[in-house]
């Protein structure tokens, strides 16, 4: 969870310190949070805690990342978004 930079927006947003993910991550993490305040994270965290199904978070939070992360992200990640596999 800590490795997905949209979800570590999340977990920010929650007030969590620390993440833990694998080495291969961290640029692209340093990348996600030095693109995003904490007080959008924290909104981010807000209104996907309100939502009353997985469903619903999981969709919000790809098009938060579709539209907000989508330079950080790259063409790759936009593709998978859309459940098309990146080319390699």
Do not use: C, N
């Not at 930079?5 to 920010?12: F, S």
């Amino acid at each position: 969870m800590g490795s997905d930079p949209v979800l570590a927006m999340v977990l920010i947003g929650l007030g969590v310190e620390d993440i833990s993910s694998s080495a291969a991550a961290i640029p692209a993490l340093k990348k996600a949070i030095r693109s995003m305040t904490y007080k959008r994270a924290s909104a981010w965290a807000e209104e996907a805690a309100a939502m009353s199904t997985v469903s619903e978070v999981d969709e919000f939070l790809r098009e938060k990342a579709h539209t907000q992360l989508r330079d950080f992200l790259g063409p790759d990640h936009a593709q998978e978004e859309d459940g098309e596999e990146a080319d390699s």
